[in-house]
């Protein structure tokens, strides 16, 4: 618990450091729960679009094998 405790720590005293570097104000804030949700939404339609792909290469490939025949 400690040694996680000094990480949190190290983490705020780097964030405080780079802030005070890039001049962003410390009342400066982003929401990390709408950050979240838009990877997920990413990553939700990346896989809808791979099935797709996937669906239409199965297809083609049926198509192809019958007309070799």
Known sequence: ?????R???DVA????HLRKLAGVPDNFGVDLAQLKLQG???IENYTRLIK???DDNYKLE???????H
């Open 1 to 5: 618990m400690n040694q996680v405790q």
């Open 7 to 9: 990480q949190l720590e």
């Open 13 to 16: 005293a780097e964030n405080r």
């Open 40 to 42: 997920e939404k990413k």
């Open 52 to 54: 797709v792909l996937q």
């Open 62 to 68: 049926e198509e192809r094998a019958r007309l070799k």
